[in-house]
């Protein structure tokens, strides 16, 4: 009796897995004849807007209303953070600048302040809030009264405009004090606000590009100090009038 050895039948493939298989092929074929995907470079739009050296530094002048830190910032990006050459002036601007800076160093005089000031102008700094020429040529003429000396080491006009009238520029002032000889270095920037004939109505000097404060009832010692200074120093009496 000869045995007869039985082969094992392999299961036929299904039409499913075959199919399958198919598409499996066809997609790694592709996927390998592909080229990669170069990299994607996507540009968000910033959200700090670009602002001109003068947008910001007197908004209500602008009929704008902007906030204290916006106009801070915007201040120290125009003048302390930048490099860029000074504005030119034309020949009356110039006088005015020169004024101004002869006012700063201890220099005062009648002219400049009939030449350049309103009776009913502004000045205001970190300690003093004055109103009216008198109050104004007081800080002024106390100044040789303080200091030894004051010299300007150096400034740069930001901005010189007619629509608004405004004159905007940076400056580093070194006081020297009478009798100690102490120097105190104050950068500066200052914006000076003109009526149509390019009279003052408002100088406004910022340190390190800060407002003079406000807060906490220092608005109230700076106008206090402006009308102590007032009555302490005597002003020539060709600016008496003016009070």
Not at 74 to 99: C, P
Not at 135 to 149: C, S, T, V, Y
Not at 186 to 206: C, G, R, Y
Not at 230 to 243: A, E, F, G, N, Y
Request: with cysteine.
């Amino acid at each position: 009796m000869s045995s007869t050895s039985t082969r094992p039948l392999s299961p036929r493939p299904t039409r499913r897995s075959s199919s399958r298989s198919r598409h499996s092929t066809r997609t790694s074929t592709s996927s390998s004849n592909r080229s990669p995907s170069p990299p994607r470079q996507v540009f968000h739009r910033s959200l700090i807007p670009h602002s001109s050296p003068t947008s910001g530094l007197f908004p209500r002048y602008y009929g704008a209303k902007t906030s204290r830190m916006h106009r801070r910032s915007d201040m120290q990006r125009a003048s302390f953070g930048a490099h860029g050459a000074s504005v030119e002036l034309d020949e009356r601007r110039a006088q005015l600048l020169k004024d101004l800076q002869l006012l700063y160093s201890c220099q005062p005089s009648v002219e400049i302040f009939e030449r350049w000031w309103r009776p009913d102008a502004a000045f205001e700094d970190p300690v003093s809030s004055c109103k009216g020429l008198n109050e104004i040529a007081a800080q002024f003429f106390a100044m040789p009264l303080i200091f030894k000396k004051s010299v300007t080491i150096s400034h740069r006009v930001i901005s010189s405009t007619h629509n608004p009238n405004l004159l905007i520029y940076q400056q580093v002032q070194e006081y020297t004090v009478k009798l100690l000889g102490m120097k105190r270095t104050v950068k500066s920037i200052i914006l000076v606000e003109l009526d149509d004939e390019d009279k003052i109505i408002t100088l406004e000097d910022q340190w390190n590009g800060e407002e003079p404060p406000h807060a906490w009832g220092l608005g109230m010692l700076r106008r206090l100090n402006s009308k102590t200074i007032s009555l302490l120093v005597s002003i020539p009496k060709d600016l008496r009038h003016q009070r």
